[in-house]
């Protein structure tokens, strides 16, 4: 699957190929930008974040979240 639309920043691309997608195809975030080589730079490097991600593979989701952080011995302002 390819995304055609609906791309308007990195975060964008980088979570589209974190769900899989094979590619995105973009025309207007970049050229659209006020730094538009800049703005190509970054979705270069958020679709290669979003792939390897997605290789990668997420850890499982929790129903909750746990500090790694121990609270004992915490000093409290």
Request: glycine letters at 10%; aromatic letters at 2%.
């Amino acid at each position: 699957m390819l995304v055609d639309a609906g791309i308007g920043t990195a975060s964008d691309a980088a979570l589209a190929m974190e769900m899989g997608c094979a590619g995105v195809l973009m025309n207007s975030a970049i050229a659209h930008a006020r730094q538009p080589v800049m703005m190509a730079g970054a979705m270069r490097k958020a679709i290669e974040a979003g792939r390897e991600a997605f290789l990668a593979e997420r850890m499982p989701r929790r129903d909750s979240a746990s500090p790694s952080s121990p609270f004992a011995g915490r000093i409290n302002p």
